[in-house]
């Protein structure tokens, strides 16, 4: 079976730009996730989205925007890109929400990121 | 605000040498902590789910346990293959939002 697949693997773009990246989840996880990870630091949560709504934010600015579609594949768009945006994006499926935290996620191998 | 932390930052290890890694965590009312592996340029790897203090569960050389205030990840007789960083991470209650740790990185020689 088809693990979590995120595109593309490695982008590059330059300060003020405007990225997407693209997540699949694992067949039948209605939950994806999106979290960030700084070289040496563990991933920071930015988004969860079930069921095609938002159902938790992280402490990210509004230049960083996110959307699930009907066949539970998830966008996350970061507009006017920063320097500091330069990171390892993740994408994390699950079965259900996070609620009782009870659903472990999986992550796909995410976005490699370099603003210039 | 939960918060996780993880030690040693870094641990070198002989294969063979067992050792333990710690995730010492401050939460409002624990719903679950997660042990995870990740390897260089990978996503991380889904090792464990704990949900309550007392609570143990192993895999291969692998073997998590869950106090009130800690978590260790004990390896026992660690191969070069065990080499990776890992990571731990908390749900606290009401909350949809998983804190990590800065992981550990874990160097096994042969």
């Known amino acids: 079976d088809a693990g979590v697949t995120q595109s593309p693997t490695h982008l590059i773009k330059t300060r003020g730009q405007h990225v997407t990246l693209r997540c699949s989840p694992i067949s039948g996880h209605k939950s994806v996730s999106w979290y960030q990870q700084v070289l040496g630091q563990g991933p920071q949560f930015i988004f969860q989205y079930y069921e095609k709504e938002e159902r938790g934010r992280g402490n990210f600015p509004d230049r960083f925007s996110a959307r699930q579609f009907p066949n539970y594949s998830s966008e996350l768009n970061v507009n006017a890109l920063l320097l500091g945006d330069s990171a390892l994006y993740l994408c994390a499926s699950s079965l259900d929400a996070l609620v009782g935290g009870n659903q472990p996620q999986h992550f796909g191998d995410g976005t490699r990121l370099s603003i210039l | 605000e939960d918060q996780v932390t993880q030690s040693p930052e870094a641990l070198r290890l002989q294969e063979g040498e067992s050792s333990s890694l710690n995730c010492s965590y401050t939460v409002s009312g624990l719903r679950g902590l997660f042990w995870y592996r990740q390897d260089p340029g990978k996503g991380p790897e889904f090792l464990f789910t704990?949900?309550?203090a007392g609570e143990e569960k192993e895999k291969e050389r692998l073997k998590a346990t869950l106090t009130k205030k800690e978590s260790f990840l004990h390896i026992t007789a660690p191969k070069p293959e065990d080499s990776a960083t890992y990571l731990c991470a908390v749900i606290s209650g009401g909350s949809y939002i998983p804190t990590f740790g800065r992981g550990t990185s874990l160097i096994v020689h042969p």
């Open positions: 704990l949900y309550s």
